[in-house]
């Protein structure tokens, strides 16, 4: 993976860290009273007894992790997953002007499959249904397809990849709605895309049946799922360091991604943004400040950084920009714009 993407994947691990530590819990103040859950946890005192001594305060850290698995599930995954692909999100919706189209012949074959699917009367198979869809003729007036999003949309030459990042543990029931919708959205992207190749899958970013942080395994997991098995074939879905791999053309990627994070998310974190966010400390402790870029991904900043401290005498308007926070207050992700000025100063001198 080369240095571009490892910041960028970085930055975000920082904001995601950074926004967490903001809302993470010092204690039960803002979560007293906790009656229902009191009563509830009741039932489970003797599970807890020497684990949880402050069930408000417990109740408040729940709240966090579940804040947390909403913006892995959101936020994180999918930026990094555009950012290893190069792809990008796309709603294929009313609102954004871009529905497709569908024929009534390919809602017919559509709908057959997903019921053969569903009755058991055939096993998920890609090829033969993509064989099903691509090849119906319309003899009839076409109507809009339901709206859908790829959380990945990849176009090149000839082929275009969608692909739809979900939970570990979806909601009962979802993954024939899941089925449903991606084979209409074959039908649809193949009338929009006639002279390329479709492929979609669903995306898992890791395998929580599987022993190895990395390790995956479609049977187990997609056996896990409630109807997986009756509606997926292992060909259209990818799961953990597979999903990551296919995204960036690269093996062992979901390990250097844990490796970035790993480096970031330290007890320490919140010293270390401190005295990386302002640049004043670039010049009074030099040592660690490098240090902190380097363990964190910010090859853009020792690049800027290294260039601002050759200079003698450093110009005022360098100065100026430079000495701005390099993190955004608002989120915590790293400043590209102020990146981007400074790099236009330099080139003009």
């Known amino acids: 993976m080369n240095r571009d993407k490892q910041q960028e994947i970085a930055a975000h691990v920082i904001k995601?860290?950074?926004l967490r530590f903001r809302k993470f819990p010092e204690g039960s103040e803002g979560n007293r009273n906790a009656p229902f859950h009191e009563a509830f946890l009741n039932a489970f005192s003797q599970k807890l007894k020497g684990s949880v001594q402050d069930v408000p305060y417990f109740v408040s850290l729940?709240?966090?992790l579940h804040g947390l698995n909403t913006t892995l599930g959101q936020y994180f995954f999918?930026?990094?997953?555009?950012i290893l692909s190069g792809g990008h999100k796309k709603?294929?919706?009313?609102?954004?002007?871009m529905r497709l189209i569908i024929s009534n012949e390919q809602g017919v074959v559509v709908g057959q499959i997903f019921t053969d699917l569903k009755n058991g009367e055939k096993s998920p198979d890609v090829d033969a249904e993509n064989s099903l869809i691509f090849s119906v003729q319309s003899n009839s007036t076409d109507k809009d397809a339901k709206d859908f999003t790829a959380d990945v949309f990849i176009e090149s030459d000839?082929?275009?990849?969608?692909?739809?990042?979900?939970?570990?543990?979806?909601n009962k029931g979802e993954m024939g709605g899941e089925k449903q919708k991606i084979l209409e959205a074959k039908a649809a992207l193949k009338n929009h895309y006639p002279n390329k190749k479709i492929e979609y899958f669903i995306g898992f970013p890791f395998d929580p049946t599987s022993e190895e942080p990395t390790g995956y395994s479609f049977d187990?997991?997609?056996?896990?799922?409630?109807?997986?098995?009756?509606?997926?074939?292992e060909k259209e879905v990818l799961i953990g360091d597979q999903l990551w791999n296919?995204?960036?053309?690269?093996?062992?990627?979901m390990n250097l991604i844990l490796e970035i994070i790993n480096n970031i998310s330290t007890t320490d974190f919140m010293d270390r943004f401190n005295m990386v966010k302002n640049p004043d400390n670039r010049f009074s402790n030099p040592d660690v400040y490098d240090e902190i870029l380097e363990d964190w991904y910010l090859y853009r900043e020792i690049k800027i950084a290294n260039i601002v401290n050759d200079l003698d005498p450093i110009p005022e308007e360098i100065y100026r920009v430079y000495k701005k926070p390099i993190f955004k207050n608002s989120n915590g992700l790293y400043d590209l714009d102020r990146y981007a000025s400074l790099l236009e100063l330099l080139d003009k001198k």
Do not use: M
């Not at 709603?91 to 002007?97: D, L, V």
């Not at 000839?158 to 979806?170: F, Q, R, Y």
């Not at 296919?246 to 990627?253: K, Q, R």
């Open 246 to 253: 296919f995204l960036s053309s690269e093996e062992g990627t």
């Open 158 to 170: 000839d082929s275009v990849v969608a692909i739809e990042l979900k939970t570990v543990n979806p």
């Open 62 to 64: 729940a709240s966090w």
């Open 78 to 82: 999918e930026d990094v997953a555009q």
């Open 220 to 233: 187990n997991f997609i056996g896990n799922l409630i109807d997986g098995n009756r509606y997926f074939d």
């Open 16 to 18: 995601t860290v950074f």
């Open 91 to 97: 709603n294929f919706t009313k609102k954004e002007n």
